[in-house]
């Protein structure tokens, strides 16, 4: 059955919508300026470089396998390998680093590519749109997030050249001392079964702004997240003090934030590619899994580096046996004030029982999870 027809208005022409087809279809031809033409072999030798070489940068960047004879290349790729060519013959690309920078610029644009399609497509419809519809968001949007990310890399690029330049000079041969740290969200697993995906998202989002809006405020910069976890670093052991027992504290200002666990080490790093490796590293991961919730543990190295700062309080813990290392000597960092303050001894020995209870139970609890496994669930 037609739909009516209003005498009084003149007939327009029914929009018709794309399908998926033909809406990536566009979208290769807005993004990459035309529909493919070219094969491997054939964007390998008009860049001048060996098939090989071609394939391993185009794996490298994360993208899907393409046959030899496969048309899938536009001028645009060429333009690309042209340009990926030109770093390598300046200079700027080392054959030893080549594929892993690719890697690293792969894995990064193709998560904030997902992050950035999944956010459009909450504002808008592509099975609503029609082909010029279509063509005119993006002809709106692609120059905006292009100019954006471009900003962006800017300001971190003069951020990063900053931290190169303006180092205080170091006799050390390795490069300096660097503080790295985890921030790991407690009772992870246990909270997130009985959220929803929205509910998720919020609890992963707040997190997410706010431990950057501390470790920001403090000198500090996100390495990455790794689920339930972030990896800071900052160049200061006290701007690394002030990080740790700020993320544990907003907790107790904030409810909705989770409680956490940190674990902070100062020492030699080796940064590579926008990560960050090596023994120090390691600590600060070894320190988080002993840390209890809502607490921070440093190792020696930071507390000696601010065992003079009055703005915090240091106590030596008993050495632990973990992964790599059979005597780690962690030290509980808090505020001057934190153990007692003005209560009684005997209030404050109850608070500390207290938070010892609570992570008695979730480590329970957690340790029940791991032992009922999916073979006791089906």
């Known amino acids: ?83 990926t060519q030109r770093m390598h013959e300046l200079g700027l690309i080392r054959s030893d680093d080549e594929a892993a920078l690719i890697r ?22 592509p099975a609503e749109l029609d082909e010029a519809g279509l063509v005119a968001v993006l002809d709106t949007v692609t120059p905006l997030l292009e100019e954006i990310q ?42 997130t079964r009985s959220l929803s995906q929205e509910e998720l998202a919020r609890l992963v989002d707040h997190f997410e702004a706010r431990a ?16 339930d976890e972030i990896l800071f670093a900052a160049d200061s052991p006290t701007d690394a003090a002030h990080i740790s027992l700020e993320l544990v504290e907003e907790h107790l200002v904030y409810e909705d934030f989770p409680q956490l666990r940190v674990g902070t080490a100062w020492g030699p790093v080796l940064h590579r590619l926008g990560d960050v490796f090596g023994p120090t590293v390691n600590i600060a991961s070894r320190l988080t899994s002993i840390a209890r919730a809502g607490r921070a543990l440093v190792d020696k190295q930071l507390a000696d580096a601010i065992e003079d700062d009055e ?39 109850l608070r500390e029982k207290r ?3 609570r992570s008695a139970v979730d480590e329970i609890k957690a340790r029940a999870e791991r032992a009922v496994g999916p073979e006791a669930a089906e």
């Open 1 to 83: 059955m037609s739909p009516k027809k209003d005498p009084g208005k003149s007939p327009e022409k029914a929009k018709e919508p794309l399908d998926p087809q033909r809406t990536v279809e566009l979208l290769e031809e807005h993004l990459l300026g035309s529909r493919p033409t070219l094969n491997g072999d054939q964007v390998a030798e008009l860049v001048g470089i060996d098939r090989d070489v071609a394939k391993q940068r185009w794996r490298s960047l994360g993208f899907t396998e393409v046959g030899d004879d496969e048309i899938a290349f536009t001028p645009a790729d060429v333009e690309a390998m042209r340009l």
């Open 104 to 125: 690293t610029l792969g894995r990064s644009f193709a998560r904030l590519a997902e992050w950035q399609l999944t956010v459009l497509g909450e504002t808008i419809d």
């Open 150 to 191: 471009n900003y962006v890399w800017r300001r971190h690029t003069l951020s990063a050249a900053s931290r190169l330049l303006l180092a205080p000079p170091t006799d050390d041969e390795e490069g300096g001392s660097t503080a790295i740290g985890f921030a790991d969200i407690v009772g992870y697993t246990r909270q």
């Open 212 to 227: 950057l809006a501390i470790i920001t405020q403090h000198n500090g910069r996100i390495i990455k997240t790794i689920g």
């Open 311 to 349: 703005s915090f309080k240091l106590r030596r813990m008993r050495r632990a046996s973990v992964k790599g290392y059979r005597r780690l000597e962690p030290w509980a960092l808090r505020r001057p004030h934190d153990e007692g303050g003005e209560l009684p001894q005997v209030a404050a020995a």
């Open 355 to 357: 938070q010892d209870l």
